[in-house]
């Protein structure tokens, strides 16, 4: 389980005897201002963190040798507000700069290991206002949804054009703002 707070940081904790009693095992600190969002990586041990100070970090969480930050994604003009991994572990940030990013972090030449930083792949734009929510499909990764305080959700295919293009977009109810996303499994 993990938890993220305006203290700045990130808290795991484990339930060791499955008596559902979680105890603190790790405290991940590397951010300057409030943690917003998290989201773990579905096939490695990763975990992203999304902060104020306008940068994603990317955790190992393996827990071998203590967590530790293997990839820093800076590049948002703003505050980022939420993280989401593909099923194929892609990584995605959305910022209130009105963007979502995505993030190659694995630029070694395509290690799976992501320790040797990361790389915005591709930029996203398009959304009138803060983008707060993003996910991506779960069966394929080349779909992604991002929604906005501009009272939308985009849908993008992230097939063909380098940017992305937008497959749909749906208006919420009286084009008030988007509290969070998800697709269904």
């Not at 849908?155 to 063909?160: F, N, Q």
Request: charge should be negative.
């Amino acid at each position: 389980l993990g938890t993220v707070s305006g203290d700045g940081t990130c808290r795991l904790w484990t339930d060791r005897d499955g008596n559902l009693e979680y105890e603190c095992v790790g405290v991940l600190e590397g951010h300057r201002d409030e943690v917003n969002g998290l989201a773990f990586a579905p096939n490695a041990p990763l975990l992203a963190t999304a902060s104020d100070d306008g940068s994603a970090v990317v955790w190992d969480v393996s827990g071998g040798g203590g967590y530790a930050p293997v990839a820093h994604c800076s590049g948002h003009g703003a505050e980022v507000y939420g993280v989401g991994w593909s099923a194929d572990n892609a990584l995605a940030t959305v910022a209130f700069d009105r963007t979502c990013k995505l993030w190659d972090v694995r630029c070694d030449g395509g290690s799976a290991d992501p320790r040797w930083g990361a790389v915005c792949a591709r930029t996203l734009t398009g959304h009138g206002d803060d983008v707060v929510g993003v996910c991506f499909h779960p069966r394929d990764p080349r779909v992604l949804a991002t929604g906005s305080d501009d009272g939308t959700v985009r849908v993008w295919d992230l097939r063909g054009t380098s940017d992305g293009g937008v497959v749909t977009t749906l208006t919420l109810h009286g084009g008030r703002e988007t509290k969070r996303i998800a697709f269904s499994p």
